[in-house]
């Protein structure tokens, strides 16, 4: 996949286009926002309370919220939190997951088949509740609704790169590997891996959106962050008893949680034609 | 068939049996003591040791699993530590809204999604396709609790069409109350033929129905479409279209029943984030279903509560999973060969 492919791609398909450009957006607005918040000091606790609720406005794009603080620096740093939950929960996922579809897809046998009745039972766990039960074990907070997150979203990795090596390991390359004796480590790394990514990423760009508005839900609901972080689904919760009074409270914070995850799942169409071609307009 | 149908089950079951033990692990190395708090605040040691006893929290933890799944087999969830009813009652109660808000919400995203999953596919590019997948992403990216709100500000606060929260009106459950039968309001006032507090408590499910139904619309949406191009590109069904039958009716009538494996996925899928994400609803919404029960039994430590919802669900959601690969091996012979 050449990079002057990319660029021809994303001439042809503005929504695609779009995704990618709205995810840079967001992701240098939260890494520059000590530069950009107007009002750095009061995402680290200032608190003027004669400014409560004044709606948005020049000196405060998004308004303030009942601490008087600035919502537009808050949404920014809240960006950094919330950004970076998201990219360290799929990380882990996808190499964890990988890692164990890799050993039950290469070994095979007893371990295969063992390992895949564990990810079936994971599997069946559904994710919100997983995250209740962490949270009244370990008490609510961010990193708890991370552990949650990835304990439940690894096996779908598991599952897809199983399948990819059980494909690829009577593929003629990967047969004449073996049989020119080239060590497991060595066919897994050079013919197994390279060729069984293009899915992951994919099923990763659009699972990335999931995860972000996961996360957000679980600190809705009190399950995640606590006070006084700044992350997008926190601040949407403290806004929500005055969203008939103070719209902008909640909808600001918002606003960039439905942005990440539309542009995430733009992007990921996107990189799904380009890289899996065979599947091609399968979800679109 | 037979064989496929025995390893499914058998693999349900202990994937239940799993679930069990995780949720009762978890539930009884909470770390705070529950026999202090069902006591009550100013209880002495021997009212504590005595409610330890109570509860059975003395025994071995094997020992309190064994006797924890004889009750469960017998529908017998605990008591709750909070509200000192039995768990399967509170749950009797906090069950049928939420299924009332789930089946609603289901119901409309496929009467919404499958018409314009198929409209679409036939005419690719087309301006309902268009907007077809744009809605699809839109409503799929959506956060619920966000879209909630602006469902609320946009129907109650500014249009002034439906009411904002709540399951009922204070007023039609003076005037015109409602035996409860089955605990659905919509089913025990239809019955009654009390057709004015049917429509209020309609007008008040609506919203956080709509609600629910957003991501489901969405993936109903794009797997039919998906699936519907595939078949509309096949020898087939070009064969018809070469014999000149009109392209709806080949749609509708022949194709889509070649869509119904992806149609059952797709539902499944949707009633599983159903069933976890009314709690966000719920709570937006002020809605007394389940959600609304867990929260509340988690922020007090209520661990018969949180156990018994939690197992709940998880049955249903395994059950349903059950049914569906079941369904689709039924629709679809080459899933019952494999």
Redesign the interface.
């Known amino acids: 996949m050449g990079k002057s492919k990319l660029i021809y791609y994303m001439r042809h398909n503005a929504l695609v286009t779009f995704g990618f450009a709205i995810l840079a957006l967001l992701v240098l607005a939260s890494l520059l926002a000590p530069w950009l918040a107007p009002y750095p000091q009061d995402a680290h606790g200032a608190v003027h309370t004669e400014r409560a609720f004044l709606p948005p406005s020049g000196a405060h794009l998004f308004g303030t919220d009942a601490l008087g603080r600035d919502l537009f620096s808050l949404v920014l740093y809240g960006g950094r939190i919330s950004l970076s939950a998201g990219c360290i929960a799929i990380v882990v996922s996808v190499a964890a997951g990988a890692l164990i579809g890799l050993i039950a897809g290469y070994v095979g046998g007893w371990i295969d088949e063992m390992l895949m ?1 564990f990810t ?2 994971v599997l ?6 997983l995250a ?6 370990l ?1 609510p907070s961010l990193s708890h609704a991370l552990l949650a997150i990835m304990l439940s979203w690894w096996p779908w990795y598991t599952r897809l790169i199983r399948s990819q090596i059980v494909q690829l390991r009577s593929a003629g390359y990967v047969e004449s590997a073996i049989v020119s004796g080239k060590g497991a480590g060595a066919i897994m790394r050079r013919h197994i891996l390279p060729n069984s990514l293009s899915p992951v990423i994919v099923q990763a760009s659009m699972d990335f ?1 999931s995860i972000i ?1 996961t996360l ?2 679980l600190s ?4 995640g962050a606590q006070p006084p972080s700044t992350e997008w ?1 926190l601040l ?2 403290q806004g ?1 008893t005055y ?2 009074s103070n ?1 902008w409270y ?2 600001f914070p ?1 606003l960039p ?2 942005l990440t ?2 542009a ?3 992007a990921g169409d996107g990189l799904r034609d380009l890289l899996d071609p065979r599947q091609k ?4 | 068939m037979l064989s496929y149908i025995g390893r499914r089950i058998m693999l349900s079951v202990l994937v239940i049996i799993g679930l069990s033990v995780v949720t009762f692990l978890i539930a009884r190395v909470v770390p705070s003591d529950p026999a202090a708090r069902y006591a009550g605040p100013k209880a002495t040691v021997e009212q504590i040791a005595a409610a330890k006893q109570e509860l059975g929290l003395d025994k071995p933890l094997p020992v309190q699993y064994v006797r924890y799944m004889a009750g469960v087999l017998r529908g017998d969830l605990g008591t709750s530590i909070t509200t000192h009813n039995k768990v399967a009652q509170d749950i009797r109660g906090t069950l049928p809204p939420s299924l009332e808000l789930i089946v609603l919400g289901m119901l409309i995203a496929l009467a919404a999604g499958i018409p314009v999953g198929v409209l679409g596919a036939m005419k690719p590019g087309s301006w309902i396709d268009g907007f077809g997948r744009l809605a699809a992403v839109v409503l799929v990216s959506f956060p619920s609790f966000c879209l909630g709100f602006v469902l609320q500000l946009l129907l109650y606060d500014w249009l002034h069409l439906l009411p904002v929260s709540g399951r009922v009106s204070n007023l039609a459950m003076v005037l015109h109350p409602v035996e409860a039968r089955t605990g659905f309001y919509l089913i025990d006032s239809a019955l009654a033929g009390n057709w004015s507090f049917f429509g209020d408590a309609l007008s008040h499910l609506l919203l956080p129905a709509l609600t629910l139904a957003a991501y489901p619309f969405g993936l109903v949406v794009r797997m039919v479409r998906a699936s519907m191009v595939e078949v509309l590109a096949q020898d087939h069904t070009r064969l018809l279209k070469a014999l000149g039958m009109k392209l709806p009716k080949i749609a509708f009538r022949y194709a889509f029943k070649l869509t119904l494996p992806a149609l059952l996925t797709v539902i499944a899928l949707s009633f599983a984030y159903s069933l976890t994400g009314t709690f966000l609803i719920e709570s937006v919404f002020g809605w007394p279903g389940m959600g609304d029960y867990v929260s509340k039994a988690l922020i007090t430590n209520d661990y018969p509560a949180v156990m018994g919802t939690t197992l709940l669900i998880g049955i249903v959601y395994i059950g349903l999973n059950l049914i569906v690969d079941l369904g689709i091996a039924f629709v679809d012979p080459r899933v019952r060969w494999s």
């Open positions: 009745r079936d039972i069946s766990f559904p994710p919100l509740l209740v039960s962490i949270a009244s074990l008490g959106g508005l957000a839900g809705f609901l009190g399950m689904g949407v919760s929500k969203v008939l719209w909640a909808a918002g949680i439905l995850a539309v995430l799942n733009l307009g399968v979800t679109r």
